[in-house]
C-alpha cells in the first residue's frame, strides 16, 4: 500500500508570492490533516478535511487555505508569503474522521520564503 | 491553554541501554497521548498510543506510561541501538478538543555504539 505522498518536496519562493501544496493520502483514507512544522514552534495544526470538507481549523490566518477533493487528494495554499512561512508542512492521513489514532504522515514539503 | 514540555536538551546514551524520555502537560489529562519518531527531514511516524485509563503500554522494545497525578508521560526504548537515534514527539488530544492534537517541540536521542 503506497504511503502519503506530498508534492513538492522543497521549493522556493519570495515574499508576496503564493504556493499550493497537494497531498494524497493512503487508498482508502478520508481525512487529512495538515501542519506546519518550524524548530522553534513545533508542529502546529493548520486544519482537517474529511469527505471535501473542513472538520477543523488551527490559529492561522486566512492567509492559509485548503481544499479536499473528491477522490481525498488535498491541496493547501498559501498567499501573499512571509519569511515566516519558511516551515516544513506536513500532511497527514487516517481512515476517517472521528478516529483517533495513528496519524500516517507525508514527508513534507520544505519552503523557504526568501 | 495547554502547554506541553518535552526536554529540550538532547540525550545522549550509550548503545544498549535503556533511554527515557519525558512529556508532562498542564491543566487536564489528555484522553489519549502519543509518541512519535522523527528522522531529519521527514515526517513523523508513529509508535504508540495510551489512553487516558491505561497506565502502561509495551510493543517490542518500546514502553510508554502515563501517570495523570503527575501529569507526565515517560517513554523507555530498552536495549537501545544507533538507529534508535532520532527526534522524539509526544503529542495529546483532549476531549471536547475535537481531536486537535498538541505535540510537543520533541527530544533529540542520540544512541553511541
Known amino acids: 500500500k503506497a504511503g502519503v505522498t506530498q508534492t513538492p518536496r522543497y521549493l522556493i519562493k519570495t515574499r508576496g508570492q503564493q504556493v499550493t501544496l497537494s497531498c494524497s493520502p493512503i487508498?482508502?483514507?478520508?481525512?487529512v490533516s495538515w501542519y506546519q512544522q518550524t524548530p522553534g514552534q513545533g508542529l502546529q495544526f493548520l486544519f482537517e478535511?474529511?469527505?471535501?470538507?473542513?472538520?477543523n481549523k488551527g490559529n492561522f490566518p486566512g492567509r492559509f487555505s485548503g481544499r479536499q477533493f473528491s477522490n481525498s487528494r488535498s491541496e493547501m495554499n498559501v498567499s501573499t508569503l512571509e519569511l515566516g512561512d519558511s516551515a516544513l508542512y506536513l500532511c497527514?492521513?487516517?481512515?476517517?474522521?472521528?478516529?483517533?489514532?495513528?496519524?500516517?504522515f507525508g514527508e513534507g514539503s520544505r519552503l523557504t520564503v526568501l | 491553554s495547554q502547554k506541553i514540555e518535552q526536554n529540550s536538551e538532547a540525550l545522549n546514551i550509550q548503545e544498549g541501554k535503556t533511554a527515557t524520555l519525558t512529556c508532562n502537560y498542564t491543566?487536564?489529562?489528555?484522553?489519549?497521548l502519543q509518541w512519535y519518531r522523527q528522522d531529519p527531514g521527514r515526517g513523523p511516524v508513529f509508535l504508540l498510543l495510551?489512553?487516558?485509563n491505561e497506565k502502561e503500554k509495551r510493543k517490542e522494545r518500546l514502553k510508554v506510561t502515563f501517570d495523570t497525578t503527575l501529569k507526565q508521560s515517560l517513554f523507555h526504548i530498552t536495549a537501545s541501538q544507533p538507529a534508535d537515534s532520532a527526534t522524539y514527539l509526544c503529542?495529546?488530544?483532549?476531549?471536547?478538543?475535537?481531536?486537535?492534537?498538541?505535540w510537543g517541540l520533541g527530544t533529540s536521542l542520540a544512541v553511541n555504539p
Open positions: 491543566n487536564y489529562s489528555p484522553a489519549y
Open positions: 478535511y474529511f469527505s471535501e470538507t473542513q472538520r
Open positions: 495510551i489512553r487516558e
Open positions: 487508498s482508502g483514507h478520508r481525512s
Open positions: 503529542a495529546l488530544e483532549w476531549a471536547g478538543n475535537n481531536r486537535k492534537l498538541i
Open positions: 497527514a492521513s487516517l481512515p476517517g474522521t472521528g478516529n483517533t489514532g495513528e496519524l500516517f
